[in-house]
């Protein structure tokens, strides 16, 4: 989904007022079977914007002991006063709308935010079935969609989950997996959520496997293209495959693979996408047996040992066969 790289530039905002905040949501969070949780305490500010501390509170939750009725609804009331937090920094357009299974802070209105509630629903159970084995819903919390009005809000607040020099990847929306996984986008193209829902959501229900990134990407983009449909794309299928012929080299392939290329700011970061969609495409076509790659494969080798052991082949190979390149072992992934 990444389409061209941004700087994100200018003068950091200064946080928002904690004392303005703490008017407009909850400071604390009682839960029945736990010490009470002075939420406040736990929140860092970035570009003026709460960042929870979820090791703190993941530590507050695991007090609940062996007790899962505790522990979600802690758990998921953390989630929605940070939310609260979050709306009130953003400004008074913000609201929560919630459902049993998700939860979205935007400005949307009302009945949009309910519609795309009822989707988020409906996208988990498809997803589910999709990812047959493979996907896994978290036991605690909902999923949550955050749908920012503008642009610099949202690099705003993906810049904490970035590295530091400032370069971003603008895309339709990001997975944030760290600490309460959540998803994010902008609202300045409503049609774009359905496809950006879709994808997100399917790494969500892939964040418990210790997939090379070129696999969770090439199933999320699987995902996406069969739930919400393949976008217009610039580049005819021929052209593209022109791209990918030119483009790839022994180098570049070795970016692929290690994930490094999914960054990169020219050609590159496309291409890295349709090819993970594609080689994930052609091993898919045996369910079975990719569930079990799937299941098997490690970052630390690009899935290499578990494409030997499951289908018989080597990645090189495979890349090689596909886009009509000799000397395949030098297109193997090195292990990291």
């Known amino acids: 989904m990444l389409k061209l790289l941004r700087r994100f530039l200018g003068e950091k905002p200064q946080p928002t007022s904690r004392t303005a905040i703490a008017q407009q949501a909850p400071l604390e969070i009682v839960v029945q079977g736990l010490p009470p949780l002075m939420l406040t305490e736990h929140l860092n500010w970035h570009q003026g914007l709460p960042i929870a501390d979820w090791t703190a509170i993941h530590a507050w939750v695991d007090a609940a002991g062996t007790d899962d009725s505790t522990q979600n609804a802690a758990y998921s009331a953390c989630e929605r006063v940070w939310l609260l937090h979050l709306a009130a920094a953003l400004g008074p357009a913000y609201h929560l709308a919630e459902s049993d299974q998700a939860i979205v802070l935007s400005s949307l209105e009302s009945q949009i935010a309910r519609a795309t509630l009822a989707h988020m629903e409906k996208t988990l159970k498809r997803i589910s079935r999709t990812l047959d084995g493979l996907a896994e819903i978290p036991p605690y919390g909902k999923d949550i969609l955050i749908v920012f009005d503008e642009q610099d809000e949202y690099y705003r607040y993906v810049s904490h989950y970035c590295p530091e020099d400032g370069e971003f990847a603008f895309s339709g929306g990001m997975y944030i997996g760290t600490g309460c996984c959540h998803f994010v986008t902008v609202k300045d193209d409503l049609s774009r959520i359905e ?28 995902v996406e293209q069969k739930l919400a449909g393949r976008g217009a794309s610039p580049w005819s299928p021929q052209e593209m495959r022109e791209k990918h012929l030119r483009f790839w080299g022994k180098a570049e392939i070795q970016e692929f693979w290690s994930g490094a290329s999914f960054q990169r700011p020219d050609d590159g970061n496309l291409l890295s996408y349709d090819l993970a969609r594609i080689l994930v495409e052609q ?24 494409a030997h052991e499951v289908f018989g082949i080597s990645l090189g190979q495979l890349f090689a066969a596909l886009f009509e390149k000799e000397d395949a072992e030098a297109f193997e992934p090195n292990e990291t």
């Open 195 to 222: 496809p950006v829902i879709a994808h997100e959501m399917a790494h969500a229900c892939l964040a418990h496997l210790n997939l090379p990134l070129w696999v969770d990407e090439g199933l999320a983009v699987n």
């Open 283 to 306: 091993l898919a076509r045996d369910w079975a047996r990719f569930r079990q790659f799937a299941v098997a494969a490690e970052q630390d080798d690009g899935g290499a040992q578990a």
